[in-house]
């Protein structure tokens, strides 16, 4: 158990941290088979980088193209204060949008 009582689950030899991570990555599996999604990638890692000195980095929780569109997703059941600031700094840098699910 953790912190905020997520639950650690595996499915296809990953774990995720929490059951809710897990039961978004079987959708997207489907929905990556059925041709809605493409390119799915697990734990993106965004370089957070002020003036080029490194500060920390970001790890999304999803990757994937719906269309043309590159969707970076992440499954929220805390919204911490860092997770808040790391968010603004992303979108701001890079100039995507992180969707919460």
Known sequence: MTKYHAIK???????????AEAARYNELKLLERS?????LILQ??????????KI????????YYA???NIIEDVKGMKTPVYR???????????I?????
């Open 35 to 39: 041709g809605e999604i493409d390119s």
């Open 56 to 63: 920390c980095k970001y790890i999304a929780d999803f990757s």
């Open 97 to 101: 949008e992180i969707t919460e699910v």
């Open 85 to 95: 600031i790391k968010k603004k700094l992303v979108e701001a840098i890079y100039g």
């Open 44 to 53: 993106p890692v965004f370089p957070i980088a002020v003036n080029d000195k």
């Open 67 to 69: 269309g043309k569109k």
């Open 9 to 19: 689950t595996v499915i296809d030899g990953i774990t995720f941290a929490s059951k």
